[in-house]
């Protein structure tokens, strides 16, 4: 059953981890989500990854450069989705480093 209480979750985006518990893993961010907003997060993480994999065969066709490569476009685009995720249920911490860094745009992520 799914709830929509909003819990704490550690999240690492370099290792597309989720995890409730802060000494689990290494992490980087603390966000307050419900179980939807993890669901959406996860496909977000798979998608990355599934990507990442799709750029590593396409990095051995030197022939297509990177500002022409539409799977870099869709890497760009789900870390945006990611990271202004974060920033809107991201604590203060979370929310201060990634606007600080310009990680996502806060007009947008709101």
Same mark, same amino acid.
């Given at each position: 059953?799914?709830?929509?209480?909003?819990?704490?979750?550690? @999240? &690492?985006?370099?290792? =597309?981890? @989720?995890?409730? *518990?802060? =000494?689990?893993?290494?992490?980087?961010?603390? +966000? &307050?989500?419900?179980?939807?907003?993890?669901? @959406?997060?996860?496909?977000?993480?798979?998608?990355? *990854?599934?990507?990442?994999? @799709?750029?590593?065969?396409?990095? *051995?066709?030197?022939?297509?450069?990177? *500002?022409?490569?539409? &799977?870099?476009?869709?890497?760009?685009?789900?870390?945006?989705?990611?990271? =202004?995720?974060?920033?809107?249920? =991201?604590?203060?911490?979370?929310?201060?480093?990634?606007?600080?860094?310009?990680?996502?745009? +806060?007009? &947008?992520?709101?």
């Amino acid at each position: 059953m799914i709830t929509l209480e909003k819990r704490t979750y550690y @999240i &690492s985006v370099q290792d =597309g981890m @989720i995890s409730q *518990h802060s =000494g689990a893993s290494p992490w980087e961010f603390e +966000i &307050s989500a419900d179980d939807d907003d993890i669901i @959406i997060l996860r496909e977000y993480f798979d998608q990355l *990854h599934s990507q990442d994999w @799709i750029n590593f065969f396409r990095a *051995h066709v030197p022939a297509v450069e990177y *500002h022409y490569d539409s &799977s870099n476009d869709k890497m760009d685009e789900l870390r945006r989705n990611i990271y =202004g995720m974060l920033y809107r249920l =991201g604590n203060e911490e979370t929310r201060s480093f990634i606007s600080e860094n310009g990680l996502c745009d +806060i007009k &947008s992520a709101d």
